[in-house]
């Protein structure tokens, strides 16, 4: 909106008609780069304004946590003189996005098909549960994705239940999904003049993310089972008790297990045959384990990790939220920053020469509408 602005996607233009969170997520990412975005909301308003608790000033912090840097209009799509706001900011936008069901929006005329034939540079994002085809109908929550793509299958202890990841996963990763789809597209249209139609789904996204668990399946035959917080081809690569609480304990290799075994005093288990490989080792591991547990009772956590960390051995301990920022913030990678008054938590990518920008809030409901409105009138 002829605004200046700064950032590696300063002068784009994002028409962002998503909500909830995986498509939100997708557009503060290009807002933090310096995309100008327009998010479109019904006149209720995204659904995540009403998630609370917890709450700041009375707004969710779900809703400030991937809002930022945008500016909000509500449009009701049934309103005749709304639906042609939102048509023309379909038709001026570089980037378009969308979480409706498919073919949801094409009722409204703001489909990819009918938006692009009067805006052929539109890189148009669609974000769905279960794609376009034979799951368009089914609804798209995160935790209906977690238990079908077989992650809840693979979370919690042996003999309990499965359980949902502490956060909605893949909604997080479809929406990053969504931003290299969007920035590869913008990337060829700058060849070709075009954008085009991008379609994500949270199954895909889900499949794609389960990464080695998958890839066993599909290239090895070996269906994966719940295993607690062991690793099905590394050990040690799970908590361990030591004499006040549990360490993260890892040899992702052999040279960190002589390592690891260094620092423990326990310099004869490289040598053991059934130790000396980390295949030997994964074999062995009701052998192994407590072997180790019985050096790390005794000396604390706090005074394990330090020594492991100073010899190269990778270790964590298992921290509270409040705890991983503060550590976050030792290790001096300023992780809050100030959005124009709301604490927020810094976009994850450093560039030398183009940082992130963090100069609006996360916008009230229709708070820039009628400055949009009279925009799109011009």
Known sequence: MAEQRSGPLAGLLVADFSRILAGPYATMLL??????????ESPAGDDTRTWMPPVRDGVSTYYLGINRNKKSIALDLKDPDDLTAARELARRADVMIENFRPGGLARFGLDHATVAAGNEKIVYASISGFGSGAGAGMPGYDLMVQAISGLM???????????????????????????IGILAALNRRAVTGRGQHIEVNLLSSALSGLVNHSSGYVAGGTVPFRMGNAHPSLFPYEPLPTKDGELIVIAGNDGQFRKL?????????????????????????????????????????DEWFRALLDAGVP??????????????????????????????????????????????PPPGLDEHGEEIRAWLKN
């Open 153 to 179: 299958s693979l979370t919690g202890d042996p003999d309990g239940s499965p359980f949902r990841a502490g956060i909605s996963v893949f909604d997080v990763m479809a929406g990053m999904h969504a931003s």
């Open 261 to 301: 075994c260094q620092v423990l005093d326990l310099p004869g288990l490289p040598e053991d045959p059934r130790f000396g490989r980390n295949q030997d080792r994964t074999a062995h591991r009701e052998e192994l384990r407590p072997i180790l547990v019985e050096r790390l009772a005794t000396r604390t956590r």
């Open 31 to 40: 807002a933090d780069l310096g995309a100008e975005v327009i998010k479109v």
């Open 315 to 360: 270790c964590a301990p298992i921290n509270t939220i409040d705890e991983g920022v503060a550590f976050a913030e030792e290790l001096g990678l300023n992780p809050v920053i100030d959005s124009g008054g709301i604490p927020s938590v810094r976009n994850p990518i450093t560039f030398s020469e183009t940082p992130p920008r963090y100069e609006l």
